[in-house]
């Protein structure tokens, strides 16, 4: 198999792992979108996010909390995170072995943040209340 996340499980690609255990693993993101962005993957080589099995859920939830905790800790600057699934190609999903993104943001570091994950599609991400 030539999965660049199952090969940095198997360490035979280094990485900076930053926590794992059966189920799951973490790493900060090579292309940082903030700096603390981490990856949240699954041990099991799975595609697709919605082809989990409940514990792997269980496990990317309580993982996405300890290290949103952990992070903060570390970096008293963050005031958000975003948190994003690249679902097939169409979605801009690039390694296809199931990963989550948990990014820090902090106030400014983008001009107007609102609308979020909506900015996939620039032309949804301004949208005004009705």
Known sequence: ????????????????????????FAFLDITQGTKGHTLIIPKRHVANYFDLYQPELNA?????NKQRDQIIALDPTITGFNVGVNEGTSAGQTIFHAHI??????KGDVEDPRGGVRGVIPSKQKYEKK
């Open 1 to 24: 198999m030539d999965c660049i996340f199952c090969k940095i499980l198997e360490n035979e690609i280094p990485s900076y792992k930053i926590y794992e255990d059966e189920n799951v």
């Open 60 to 64: 990317i939830h309580n993982l996405l």
């Open 101 to 106: 993104h948990l990014i820090p943001r902090r």
